[in-house]
């Protein structure tokens, strides 16, 4: 990788099974650990309420990466920390979950393929991912959909409970 362009990449983290803030913190020094990978910002860490079929609430929060790692890599890197910490695959769609990396945007890409789609196509109807995004990258504009992360937090519709983690 020499003379690779380092890129500006914008990762949700979640963990609802276990001690979840130590699981987020686990997850964090993983990918700090990464070749050519540096953590430039974190957000604070929320409780987010469960959805579908999870039962605990979630801790949440996200980070700003530069990496020199291509998006296909880089999701290969992220799984093999997800299963290195525990992560089983999950038959259930948002079942639980010891540790999950998704990647939301990466520079300005739109990535469409059947594994993997950047900007996370979830990402705008969420507020546990659009909270802490926000916090660490406001003015960043949503390549899809041209507004900023700040807008999309101010227009979500989505009415699960959410706050800042305290343990």
Known sequence: M??????????GVGSNV???KENFLEALSRVAKLPDTKIVKE?????SEPIGDAKE????????????FKPDMLLKKFKNIERAMGRKKVKKRWGARIIDLD?????AAI?????????????SSRKFVLLPL???????????????ISELLINVKDDKKIHLYHA
Do not use: C, F
């Not at 020499?2 to 990762?11: R, S, T």
């Not at 926000?134 to 900023?148: D, F, K, N, R, Y």
């Open 57 to 68: 609430w979630y801790v949440n929060g996200a980070i700003e990466i530069e990496t020199k």
């Open 134 to 148: 926000s916090e660490i990258a406001p003015q960043v504009i949503h390549p899809e959909l041209g507004v900023t």
């Open 18 to 20: 276990g001690n979840k």
């Open 43 to 47: 957000s604070s860490l929320y409780e």
């Open 2 to 11: 020499v003379n690779a362009v380092a890129h500006q990449v914008y990762i």
């Open 103 to 107: 990647i939301l945007l990466y520079d």
């Open 111 to 123: 990535v469409n393929k059947k594994n993997l789609r950047i900007p996370h196509p979830e990402m």
